[in-house]
């Protein structure tokens, strides 16, 4: 059986490491057209914080092991370019030039997704770079090496543009931040965000939402960044508007695409030809609170799904329930975290959402060195059921946000929930732990 | 209506402040022996730490507050030394030495737990010392100040004897820990208990388990502790060997008593008597995962089990699932976990247990900073659920436990919660969580 692969990071070399251990006799091959595989993606803005490191540290598995210990036929530099399902094969280009064409019996697409560029003038000068794959993260840190960088405009208020302006204050660069968009964090509770926008203007970083971006100059080795109605200058402009899914090869091909142009697949991750599979950040996914599909690029999600494609072309039957929208990012000395949906997400799936926003600490009573942390939490009237919590604090919010996901992940009531015996002692929390006040309220409220 | 409260922490003042608040005609009284109410007793140890801060710190509401703005009839130094539920009424005496008697129409127990001061040869002696209540920790800092201690020997090794070694440390005493059994932690995973070991040790504790006190003297004013094979000197010894329930009360009163000689009470927290109830230290409850009765004295639930007792006396027909026995501590700078059940419990509640035990990283590949994270999972061979986790590192654990704690109270299989969709970023963890990396390798065993 011969199992091919498109794209070697998170979910296409999962897949191939799990279906050579299920199967030894798996003949897998996997094509990936840059030279990097199986690298800590998410780790880029804190590598680039730090000029002592090399960008190749985030490596975690070289391409020789897999070769050469696991039995995998990697080629990168190898692009595909298109797929045939009638045939059952790929076709494509090496970096030589060289045209190639692969059959297979099942095919995996774990393409990925990549920064949106806008099309506008100026995004092609030299120091406008996006940030996605380990070959953007290496052109960044030359580029800050060799020019001197003393000023950054990053577009976009996501969680990579808000990682990034946290790694380039770390270098001292002058960072200022905008958007198209008039809110700062639309997706997030008003409070909250108030909290994150207060973090990151106390740490230097100047914050423009409502800013389009008309145009892009370089004017005496400066680019100058025009927006509405802001001039800025810097000599290195990060576009962070956002990523897409790389599915244009799987729509070639004639299969479905889904939520936000991903491709989409059902649960055992099967796209709508019979023999190709798609997974991670190219491919949709179901949400487990709306039954709806969704499409969040995020590492858990695509290793979990390479894993279940190898399971399933190696013989085994693994459905994935889906995901309920977790993420959490850190921002200077905040961390934000979000589960399940926010009351409008809510609405849109047709839910009665009523919310509560509590402020507690986050250690107990007398408990030096406590802090503020706020909790939004979502419930639907009909049901009862908990819907989603948002998270800000500077301690004890990344872990904590996992308690609500699993809730979610059972299809908890707000009040059961409630009743969870959480963990308590003076160091971590107070008695009643943040999430079991806002639960408690919202309980009171439905 | 007349609702008598008797005992004035955790779960008595909860009780009282709810009633009143959900129904302010009921007539509240609360008979406390002695002049605390509602401080946080599990703060004391870090109290005890800084010796410029003040013991009443730790009050979280004054008398003066119940009394005034809440309209609580609060009698402190009331000591009730009988129950008559004929009569319907508690007698005792006042610390002035004036018996009362009091009418109730439904009553509360709630005299929480008690320190266990063996009865042997000098633990009587001054310098020999329990911590339960806000006295007993004004006497430890009143003799820390009087006395100059150097040195102090804790019988004991659970979570306050542990607490109380870090705080004592801190102080710049030498500390050594003496107990009966040979095991350090016998309920915890074994690979567990020494990351806890080794880092009290590094801390410079000296840990003797296996080694039976004996007796105590006094000579020269230092006290000699006289174990097995061991004679100990120090001016403090501290007997943190555990707590009973003060049941006391209720079983001279004819109530049924049940774990570990609690109150037994249902999951209204009725006792056997139609208008008693029993909540907090002094009273058992369910346990989730075994469906039997257990005894856990802890803050939260006592909170909780107060506030379900004022629910339900002024009219509301509240009911506790129950716990899944959560708990943390810190010592030093390890956070150290528990939820659910371990192997052992697993069998004697009928399950047949499957365990895995992994070390895992507390940031993700190539992230500075990370630290060993040990997790020990365990679940049932026969119905796939999940029974208990536990959990040691120096970061991350405190809330991450209660991702299984929820999923405790759901009744998730492994496999459901190998599913979860954890919150990941490379500061606060790997991709796939070790909670994750557990569930995966247990769901693969069972």
Redesign the interface.
Known sequence: MKFVIIGGD?AGMSAASRAKRRQPGTEVMVLEQTDDVSY?A??MP??IA?PTREMD??I?RHPRVFREKQGIDLRTGHRVEAIDPVQKAVRGTTCGGKSFQVPYDKLLIATGASAIIPGLPGFDLPGVMGLKNLEDGRRIKRFMADHKTRKDIIIGMGYIALEMCEALRARQLDVTMVKTRPVFLPWMNEDLSAMVKEEVTANGVAIYPGQEVRAIEQVDGDLKVGCQDLKLDAQMVLAAIGVRPNSGLAQDAGLQLGKKMAIAVDKSLRTSEQDIYAAGDCADAYH?VTGRKTWVP????A??AGWAVADNVTGGAKM???????????VFNL?V?R?GLNPAEAIDAGFEPIEVMIKGRTR?????GASTIGVQMVGDRKSGRLLGVQMVGKE?V??????????L??G?TVD??S???????????P???P??TAANQLSKKI
Chains 1, 2 share one sequence.
């Not at 009743?419 to 929390?429: E, H, K, R, T, V």
């Open positions: 998170a800590s998410c780790g804190y590598n730090d540290d985030l975690v487990v995020l590492a858990l999600r290793n979990r994935l329930p889906g995901i309920v929208g977790t993420a959490v990012f850190k961390q975290a589960t107990a009573h007398a408990h030096p004890g990344a872990h904590r946000i996992d308690a609500a996901a699993v809730a992940h059972a908890m059961a929930f009743q969870s015996d959480l963990a308590y002692a003076p160091p971590f929390g008695v009643w732990d999430l079991l």
